[in-house]
Each structure stands twice: as C-alpha cells, then as structure tokens.
C-alpha cells in the first residue's frame, strides 16, 4: 500500500512531522505548500520535497492532505480540502471554534472523507498503558482527578507565537486539548463543564527570533481552571495556564475507589506512571509498548491504515468535535458563570497495542 498526502504549512511543527514517512516508509509527500510556493520553498529544498501552491497541491494526486497552518486557518483551508475530495489530517484544534468544527464534520460526512485530527499522543506507550490500567479495573471506579498543564507561555521558544494568544489556541486550545483528549480517551466523554478564567498579562513579549522585542496583544484568557463533569460520573480539575513559571503537580492524577494514578504528560508519548493500591506505596507501570519517543504522524498513519481496512481511525472527527465542544464550552461556561452541557458525545477510542510502522 502507497499512501500519497500533501502537507499544508511549514511552519514550526512541519520538521517533526516529516520523520513519519522515514519511518513508515508507505507514505510518500507528493508536495508541500504554505501561504505562498516561495514560503513552502525553504523546508521543501530541506527535506527534498516539491514546493506548490495550494490549489496545484489540492488538484494533485494526494489522497490526505495534513493541514499544518494555525489554528484560525484550520477551518478555511480543512473546507477546501474536503471540496477538493481529499481526506484531511489536521493539526489541533479542530477549527477555532466549535462552529466551524461542526461544519467540517458535516462536510466531511457528506463528500464520505475521512477527516482525522491532532493530538494522536493519546496512541503513545503512556497513555495506552495507562488506558489499560484502568481498563483493568485495579483503580476501581474512578470518581476524582486533576490535571495540571501550566507554563509561561510560548513567546520564550516560537518565532512566531501571536497565534498563541488569539482564537482557537490559549493554552486550553493549544495543550489543555492534550489533556482533555488524553482525559476522554481514558474515562469517556464529557457531560458537562464550568469553571472560571482570566487574562493575566494584556501584552506579551517575543523573545527570540525576527521579532524579538516586539510586543504582541493578548486576545484570550491565560489562566482557566475547568470542571470536567464525565458521563462515567468521573470530576477532574483542569488547569490550564500560560501565566505560571514553575509547579509540582503531576500532569493527570486520577483517583478511583481501590486505588490513585499518576499518569505521564499528555504533550508526550510516554513518561514516568505511577500507582498506589489504597494506602500501599507508589509503584511504577511499565510502560513495555510502542511509540515512547516522538511519533508525530502516528494518527495520520492509522488513518490511512484505516482507510484502507475500512474501519473507524482513532484520531477521529467524532472524538475531535467533542473536544473542541468540551474547550468551548469550559471557556463560556468561565465567561458566563455558568455550567454548560455537551450536545456531543463520542466513543473511546480502540486502545492500540499493535505497531503501525
Ligand atoms: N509549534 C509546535 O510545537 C506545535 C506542536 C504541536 C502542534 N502544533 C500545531 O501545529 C499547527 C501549526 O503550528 P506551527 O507552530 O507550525 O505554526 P507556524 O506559524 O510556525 O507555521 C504555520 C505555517 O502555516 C502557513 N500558513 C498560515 N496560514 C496559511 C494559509 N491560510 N494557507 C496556507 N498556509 C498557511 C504558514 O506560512 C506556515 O508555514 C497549529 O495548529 C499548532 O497548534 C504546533
């Protein structure tokens, strides 16, 4: 099997991206493009890829497109792609809002194209095996949680880190999506959420690159603390924030009737888990799977795959757009004091304990 896709942005993320098909040596890149063909220019002649424009790309023998621009352009570049009968495999969020994500699955529904989205850290050895620990019940029921993603912000290592601070990213959007991902993969889907949010620092400044010095606006609340209420009954404490130096926290703790869990960082494929039975001492699960180090494109791959077997992609639209529900929800619910209920739901994913490439 040959899988042929176009890539969409060349921007920061582009080079962890194209490891993948060095290791899954099916995919072939029939182009890249970015906002302009000299734009895509200087990471295509890096990988030995051709640079195109967009329509040229879109009007290609490419069969996913993986859309790497920012997140307010998911939405206008996902609906071209979909028009343009290709299947798409999109960096998170879904889209900017879940408006314009809900428009995407219905396209994608109705053209019948697979539409697949970022995070796919959630098929890394961490969270598979943490999956499997609580699929086996040695937790008992989970009832608690917190989740704790904070740091001071993007502008000390992006170039370009405005997107950061505008719609559709936040640190919620950008990496709290890892975490809510991670927490729907493990416990199932959200019913409803609130919580509070504010805007700590009206400006903030580059640090480094072109623009270092320049001060750039903050258009979107730093510092969110969201009350996941799950279906499974389950009640997590999300904090998500670009306005903290240091902390202590374990990224996820979650704790059930027999026992607690202290799971690895969402933003990566593994990483150190650990569990106490009741009041017994912290031990340590061994991870034993695949994809401990950086697999970017792992769900891009089993999408494919999946296309192929024609079964449901785990990185799927479904799983997707209720994400992107939960983030919106939790920022409107902090905006208007109140709790807000999902009107998506969706299933777990299958766990994966195969190897892909
Ligand atoms: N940077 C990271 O470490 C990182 C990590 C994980 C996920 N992501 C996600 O990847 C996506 C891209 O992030 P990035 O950091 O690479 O951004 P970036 O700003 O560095 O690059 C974006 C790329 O998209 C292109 N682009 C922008 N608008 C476009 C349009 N309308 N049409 C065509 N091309 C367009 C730009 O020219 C650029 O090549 C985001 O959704 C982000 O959330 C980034």
New binding site residues.
Partial sequence: MTISIGV???????S?YMKTPKRFRQLTVVGV???SPE??TPMATAFGLKAMA?EDLLASEATIILN????L??H??GMKVLQAGKHLFT??PLAASFAEGKELVALAKKRKLRMGC?PDTFLGAGAQATRAFIDSGTLGTIRHGTAHFMCHGPDHW?P?PN?FYQQG?GPLM?VGVYYVTHLVNHLGPVASVSGKAHTTYETRVIALGANQGKRIPVEVPTHIVTHLNFVSGAQIVLTSSFDIWKHGHAPIELYGDEGSLMGNDPNLFSGRIKFARQLGPWETLSEKRPYTSNARGIGLVDMALAIERNVQHRCNDSLALHVLEVMERALDAARTGSELRMTTRCQRPEPLSEKLF
């Fill in positions: 969409i942005g060349t921007g920061n993320i582009f962890a493009a970015s906002s734009a895509a967009v790497l621009t920012p997140p352009a998911h206008a570049i960096e998170k970022a992006h370009n997107f990213a950008d």
